[in-house]
């Protein structure tokens, strides 16, 4: 299981694919704030913890695709909470 301590600051996020996501801007609690560009000044997303499979090298593997992850991070802004 991944913890909040291994997720670190600028690391790349991958979908299930191997795809690029984002990048970590920072970590709070069991939300990842990602910047959904190749730079930290893009627009931010909160994806759940939860949705990291492994890391590694300073990357991050989705257990989500892409096109998966947007719509449920969509899904949670909307709701207003986290997984």
Do not use: C
């Not at 299981?1 to 600028?10: E, F, K, S």
């Amino acid at each position: 299981m991944v913890g909040a301590t291994d997720i670190l600051q600028h690391m790349e996020i991958l979908d299930a694919d191997g795809d690029f996501v984002g990048l970590v801007v920072s970590v709070t609690g069991a939300e990842i704030e990602l910047a959904d560009g190749h730079e930290v000044g893009d627009a931010f997303n909160r994806i759940p913890l939860a949705w990291v499979d492994y890391t590694w090298d300073h990357k991050a593997k989705l257990k989500l695709t892409r096109d998966e992850a947007q719509n449920r991070w969509r899904e949670i802004e909307r709701r207003g909470e986290t997984d």
